[in-house]
């Protein structure tokens, strides 16, 4: 039994530690299926994250600073697809420079307006996105095996978390079910195609673009008004980067996506969970170890147990209308 305490409470962290990747995952799902390759996820989760900060510790309203995260996030995309789409520059390079900006003036202004060394300051809970019970959790709690799992693994996490999760199958539906999803498919596959069949290709770019800013708000607010009470300097700890690998990992692919992130976490959560344990044989496991442990498995994964992960046709190639 206490086993299964243990387990329930890493899974608990894991699904928390999950969402940031999971959001910037399907933002970078939607712009990649465009063709548009997107390297500034981590810049965009960052300036999110300092928006819903400093307008939440400024109005005291979670849901003004997920709205704040949202416009800035956005606004970052819109500088992207300006870069990449309309006058048709290099992607990476354009997805490198706003994670710089965004690190560097995220810190700025956090500095400027807050005087905290970049950090915001305490929020307190009603400035929060707090943690939800859902019906019947506390009576269900003592119930062996259902009851950790419902009360500790699904019940007690915040709104962001269940819409995180929700957008996987909305995700779904809206590649795989929906006009606008067979056009951004096929847009990232063979843009002369779509254009051929009168239609427009830039803003179906920007459209994949707007969704990826809305997505990156969304993780950033999670970071800094949900899982943290404030924003601080580089909170978002290539988190970014993660939810790339993750995104090639899961090949293009919503629910792959969800358990790729979800694995992720988990060994996030393991590590964490681990720091300072002791173990058989080996015996006291340096922390140091434990915290690169997620990083180097990532690449382990991805180095040799992915297969061919084949990305989208016309990814990072911008296109040009034929006259």
């Keep these: 039994m206490e086993y299964l305490q243990t387990l329930a409470l890493i899974t608990d962290s894991a699904v928390r530690l999950s969402v940031p990747l999971l959001l910037a995952c399907l933002a970078g799902l939607y712009s990649e299926r465009s063709g ?17 900060g400093a307008v939440a510790a400024i109005t005291g309203s979670a849901w003004l600073g997920l709205g704040a995260a949202i416009v800035v996030s956005i606004g970052l995309a819109l500088v992207h697809g300006y870069a990449s789409i309309t006058q048709k520059g290099n992607q990476i390079v354009s997805g490198v420079a ?6 560097g003036l995220t810190a700025l202004l956090g500095q400027a307006w807050f005087s905290r060394g970049g950090k915001t300051p305490q929020l307190p809970n009603t400035a929060r996105f707090n943690s939800l019970d859902l019906p019947f959790a506390k009576a269900l709690e003592d119930v062996p095996v259902i009851g950790p799992i419902y009360s500790e693994v699904i019940s007690g996490h915040s709104l962001l978390v269940y819409a995180a999760f929700a957008a996987v199958p909305i995700t779904w539906y809206v590649l795989f079910r929906t006009r606008f999803g067979l056009r951004l498919r096929a847009v990232g596959e063979n843009p002369g195609a779509v254009d051929t069949a009168g239609i427009s290709v830039t803003w179906l770019r920007y459209r994949a673009v707007i969704i990826t800013g809305i997505l990156c708000g969304i993780a950033g607010s999670y970071l800094a008004i949900a899982q943290s009470a404030g924003f601080s300097k580089d909170m978002t700890a290539g988190k970014g980067f993660i939810a790339l690998a993750a995104l090639i990992f899961a090949k293009w692919k919503p629910v792959n996506a969800l358990g790729a992130c979800f694995l992720f976490g988990f060994l996030d959560a393991l590590a964490i969970r681990m720091q300072g344990a002791s173990l058989p044989i080996i015996g006291q496991v340096p922390g140091q170890f434990m915290q690169a442990l997620p990083y180097v498995l990532t690449v382990i994964l991805l180095a040799g147990f992915i297969g061919k992960a084949i990305p989208p046709k016309a990814g990072g190639v911008a296109y040009t209308k034929e006259r």
């Design 98 to 103: 706003i994670n710089f900006v965004a690190a």
């Design 36 to 52: 548009v390759v997107d390297i500034g996820l981590e810049g965009k989760m960052l300036g999110g994250a300092f928006a819903a």
